[in-house]
């Protein structure tokens, strides 16, 4: 049955979701990721589409979708929510954008969210007189690294470099708390984001498995010029070329 917010009917989702933040990107990939792309749903505009994976290789042809989670912990806890518990969905991996905090994380490189750090109140809730700890699941993230350090061993493009570590989920883009940024900079956080916390958070509840594969695409603590749209195109293929690896895995 559809939900509030998935007008698709049961069993229209594989069991890997890929999740962008943004619909039109959620469009674009399904349109070069899938064979036979539908769209499941587009309540609110938050397209979901379901094919089979076109890329040449073991899973060719495997059943794959690809929906949109919106901005922020509230949009992307929602969704993952009706996908886990209406749809079966066994496997979500984000392939979103994040703010460089390390200066070692350069503009184009790659993240691994290994776990996500939250101030927001969401998964403080979760565990009465306990701090969530926010956690990737560790096949999907070694099969996303195992990936990664291939490319890098094969010389790929530099936007083939890639983190793997701590993020930060922050509820506000815009708002600074004081000293925040230091003291992330300080204990090795690699970038901010505004989903990773909520989206591992809701995995943990349903049992099941989820990762962030981010693209860095600005900075916070080096002057990196912003990317130009070739660039961009770029880190984004090669974080979903992990993504698929996760999801697969
Ligand atoms: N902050 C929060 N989320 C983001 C950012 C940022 O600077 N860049 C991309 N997503």
Request: glycine residues 8%; charged residues 15%.
């Amino acid at each position: 049955m559809p939900t509030p917010h998935i007008s698709a009917q049961p069993g229209d989702f594989a069991p890997a979701v890929l999740m962008p933040g943004d619909p039109k990107r959620a469009q674009r990939m399904a349109e070069t990721v899938l064979d036979q792309a539908r769209l499941v749903t587009d309540v609110r505009g938050t397209l979901g589409f379901t094919g089979r994976l076109a890329q040449a290789g073991p899973h060719q042809g495997q059943p794959l979708s690809i929906m949109a989670s919106g901005m922020g912990m509230a949009s992307i806890g929602i969704y993952a929510t009706e996908l886990f518990r209406f749809y079966d969905v066994e496997r979500i991996i984000r392939v979103g954008t994040a703010g460089g905090i390390s200066p070692q994380v350069e503009v184009g490189h790659r993240v691994i969210a290994v776990g996500a750090h939250s101030a927001s109140s969401m998964n403080e809730l979760r565990l009465p007189g306990v701090h969530f700890a926010a956690s990737a699941d560790l096949t999907m993230a070694a099969a996303a690294w195992a990936l990664a350090r291939a490319e890098e061993a094969a010389g790929a493009e530099p936007e083939a470099v890639t983190w793997a570590g701590a993020v930060v989920t922050n509820d506000h883009f815009y708002f600074a708390v004081p000293g925040q940024l230091e003291a992330l900079e300080r204990h090795h956080v690699l970038a901010v984001e505004m989903e990773t916390a909520s989206l591992y958070a809701v995995a943990a509840e349903f049992g099941r498995a989820a990762l962030s594969v981010l693209t860095v695409s600005d900075h916070l603590t080096r002057p990196d010029p912003q990317m130009s749209a070739d660039q961009r195109e770029t880190s984004f293929q090669g974080a979903l070329r992990l993504a698929l690896a996760a999801a697969f895995a």
